[in-house]
């Protein structure tokens, strides 16, 4: 079965530091990424997802991600933080011909100091 | 468009006990899909409807069970709760097929 691990759980930066945010899933075939974000009482916002095509993808608010099909993973990227991006972000997998499931990982939590 | 509706938003229930959870889903989508998030844990597929039918299922028990109405608004059935059913239940509608998924905010339950 499809499984997603974000390694890092708890990330601290402060305001304008880079972000990179581990995201790598474990079976292969054709998928389909996605990251997703949840501010404090609010619900799964989409920041981006990858179905094919360039491997680099930008999203919503300044992030990206690249697919390494080599390395099965998606990695999250934004060049400089602000702390409005305080937040949970999860990222998630589905497998093509499988529309009916996400997996997610764990989340990583964001959390962006003045 | 309105978004994917939840209710209630907050819910404390007894052990034992069975709960009904409610959701309206985004105009324009024909398909629900429920997920359970416990504490410091990325949701977890439930189950998914489409045409008032389960069509998918995680790996839950029987006792979490739903429906799908011909609005397609969604409802998810809780029997015999246990601690661990503690979690936050998320609704997530979609179009057949596609990957946009809108996700409501969620019901918070708390079983004691």
């Known amino acids: 079965a499809q499984s997603v691990s974000q390694h890092n759980h708890h990330v601290i930066l402060s305001e304008a530091a880079s972000l990179e945010l581990g995201c790598n899933y474990s079976?292969?075939?054709?998928?389909?990424l996605f990251w997703y974000v949840q501010y404090p009482g609010q619900h799964l916002q989409l920041l981006l997802k990858?179905?094919?095509?360039?491997?680099l993808v930008k999203g919503i608010k300044g992030f990206e991600a690249e697919f390494i099909k080599s390395k099965f993973s998606f990695n999250l990227r934004k060049p400089s933080v602000q702390w409005s991006d305080t937040a949970e972000y999860f990222c998630?997998?589905?497998?093509?011909?499988?529309?009916?499931?996400?997996?997610f990982g764990t989340g990583t939590r964001l959390q962006v100091t003045l | 468009e309105t978004g994917v509706t939840q209710s209630p938003t907050h819910l404390i229930k007894t052990r034992g006990q069975q709960v009904t959870l409610r959701c309206s889903s985004q105009?324009?989508?024909?398909?629900v899909s429920w997920y359970q998030q416990a504490l410091g844990q990325g949701p977890q597929f439930i189950f998914q409807?489409?045409?008032?039918?389960?069509?998918g299922r995680g790996n839950f028990p029987p006792r979490f069970s739903g429906l799908q109405f011909p609005n397609y608004s969604s409802e998810l059935n809780v029997n015999a709760l246990e601690l661990d059913d503690s979690a936050l239940y998320l609704c997530?509608?979609?179009?057949?097929?596609?990957?946009?998924?809108?996700f409501g905010s969620g019901t918070r339950l708390t079983v004691v």
């Open positions: 997530a509608s979609s179009v057949q097929g596609g990957y946009g998924y809108t």
């Open positions: 079976y292969g075939g054709t998928v389909n």
């Open positions: 990858y179905f094919s095509g360039d491997p």
């Open positions: 998630a997998v589905t497998n093509t011909g499988t529309a009916s499931k996400l997996t």
């Open positions: 105009s324009g989508h024909n398909t």
């Open positions: 409807y489409y045409r008032e039918e389960e069509n």
